[in-house]
Structure formats: C-alpha cells, structure tokens
C-alpha cells in the first residue's frame, strides 16, 4: 500500500516513510492510495483491541517492512482497554482513557513510537520529535516515547493555557522529554512546530519530525477501538452502532469515519464540537470557512480550523455527498457545565468537558425521539479537569492510579518566547 498527499503534489511513499514523515513535502496529508474493504466474517477470532487492530490494519501495512511487526506493534501499543460501559438505555460510553495519560491520544501516540521504534532500529541518529500541544497531546507523546532510545521528545505549549494538571503532566517526565512553556498561544505553538519542520538546515544538523493529529500513526490505530466496538456491539446485539464524538482537529473521528468506509458495523456518525462551530455550519449547509479559534471549557477541542478535514475531502469528493453523509452540531459552555453537574445523577458516572459536548448532542436526538443505539466517545478522564468539575459538583473527582503516578512526581518546564529564532536556538542546545 502506498500513501498520497491530499495535495496530490508530493512523491507517494511506503507506510514507514509516511509515518516517519508526518505531514508531506507539498503540505498535504497522507492517505492510502485506496481505501480497503473488509468484511465482518474477516474478524472472526479477534476479540481484543490488539488483535482486531493487527486484522484491520494488515492491508495498510502491506508491502513495507513494518509488516512483519505488525503483530507486535499492536500488542504493545494497544494494551490499554477500551470498554464500552452502558450507562443509559441504548446509550454506552467507549471509554478511551485507561492509557497512561488517560486521554484517548495514548493509543496514537503509543502506536506512533512503537512503529517508529521498529523502523528506526537502535542504531539510527538519534531522532527529535517536536509538538505542540493544547493539553493532551503532548503527554501522550511525552509517555510514549518517554526513555526510548534514539528519540528525544520537545513539547511546546502555550502558558497558563492548559489545565494546571495537564501541564504538571507535560514536565513531569524528564530524561529525553522536554516540555516548554511558550508564552502565547496554542496557534503560536504550531506555527513554530511548523516552522522548525520546513528549516532545511535545521533538519540537516537535528533529525526532526512531528507527532500532531495528522499523523497517520495517530489514525491508522484511532480506527480500531471503533471496530471492536461495533463488533462486539454486532455480536452481542445484531445492530449497527451509531457513535458520537467530541471533535476538534477531526483526527479522532476521522479514524471512525474511514473504519466505516473499510465496512465495520457502524451506523451514523455524529460530531459534536464546542462552541467552535465551523463543523456544524459546513454540515448545515454554509461554506467550509475556518476561522480564528475561541476557547472554551473543551480547550483540546478549541480548533477554528480542523486540520484533518483535508482527509474528510479526500474520502467524499462530492461535496454533497459528504454534507450528507454526517451530523455535526456545536455545544456551548453553559451546556458542558450542564451535563457535568447532572452526570453522575443521570447516567451514574462523571464525563470531561469534551466528553460532555457529544453526550449532549446525543441528548438532544434523544429529545427527538431518537432511539437507536448510540456509543459516545469518552476522550478524556473526567480526572484531568478537575479544576472545571469539581466546582460543578462540589465534590472531589476521584484520581485513576496511573494519572496519580504521574501527578505525583515533580514537574518542570522551561519558559520560552513565542520567537522562533529562540526555539531553533534551544533546539540546537538539546
Ligand atoms: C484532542 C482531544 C479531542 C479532539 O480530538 P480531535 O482528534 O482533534 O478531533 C477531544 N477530546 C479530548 C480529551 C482530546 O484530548
């Protein structure tokens, strides 16, 4: 399988190169040159996320060397457990966060490392991975590769902009993790990362590579927990799953929306942003029109321009077709508060901010005499925003140990300014 730019201007490469890659030379996204079809009877005998995962993936990592890793990849990276919990009549939560950052971001970033560990070998130069992160992002990174021979990790974040856990998160890790606090903000921080990745010399002197949301090895194993859900939502019920998530950059459910193409038991699929709504205008009919993003209390979904979208238009090149084929509806502040407060009452369990947009759009088609069987992607543990939660519900939220583990170690960040001429500098001192 080879992958193509979304730009059409870039040489196709092989899945390794790609993913070592990141983003491709003329700007555009890599996707499969076609998109491969399985069918349910394929996944028989798969029942964990590792091997529903090794099943699913086996076409695209066809022809490279990695194939023959493939196995072990998943076995490694995909450990985590992604359970579908009931917690209403018809209505589940796909919980995503039971990584070592509990953020759904553990999967992409764990299956990132570990493919680029395999390709890379023990002897390579050692490589430099530079993020930018808006919270969870970067800690999922961080903790992938965190100690992984031949990497070093840079994560640059915007100051005082992230939950005060988050960044205790990203300095909590040390060794050949990095993490800087920018002063500015989250659009700052990318227009660095980008800036570093273009600097040919740069690269020539520091091999350097990225690991954000258009990363195919975020992706590729972001489809699998959405197999096995429907999957076993199929075997256990005999219905397609219908699945809503909170979205921002659209790299999340852009894995649900091609596991769907390749023909897993998925029904619809419903977007829910926060109160950045250029999904939800596209969908309703107005112009594709990003825009400068506003912040909200979903701040990893505080997105004005989703940058996976270029995929969305690679998949249904008829503009129709793909106004069609999706719902996307935007969530404002007063409802995620709204939601969190009633949570534990109404469905006997806390959900994160960005959890709480695509509950509440499930809400709302619930209200319309919607029926049906609907999964809701739990992105985040309600643990990481305790500082949003706990004043809605004038309670502690309760800690899971591997987020404690790393909260309970010492943290630090370097300050930097939002100057590029600074990080090149700082970059060529680690
Ligand atoms: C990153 C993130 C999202 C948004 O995911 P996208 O892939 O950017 O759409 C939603 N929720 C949480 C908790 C996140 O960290």
Redesign the pocket.
Known sequence: MNYLSTRGAAPPLGLGAALEAGLATDGGLYVPERVPRLREEDFDGCATLATVAARLLRPFFAGDALAAELDAICAEALDPPAPLRAIAAHTWLLEL?HGPTA???DFGARFLAASLARRRGADAAPLTVLVAT????GAAVAAAFHRRRGFRVVILYPDGRVSPRQAHQLGCFGDNVHALRVAGSFDDCQALVKRALADADLKAALPLTSAN?ISLGRLLP?MSYYALAALAHRRAQGTKLDIA??????????ACILARAIGLPIGEIALATNANRVLPDFFAGGEYAPRASVSTL?N??D?GA???FERLRWLYPDEAALRGAFRSEAVDDEEIREVIRRSRERYGTLV?P??ATALRLLERLRARGDSRDWAVAA??HPA?FDEVIEPLIGAEVEVPPALAALLRRPSRSEPLAADYAALRERLMAI
């Open positions: 966060f953020a759904f971001k808006s919270g969870d992002t949301s972001q998530i909170p979205t921002g950059n659209l790299g999340n459910a852009l979903a990893a979904m997105v989703p940058s996976n994160c960005h959890t992105t985040a990481k």
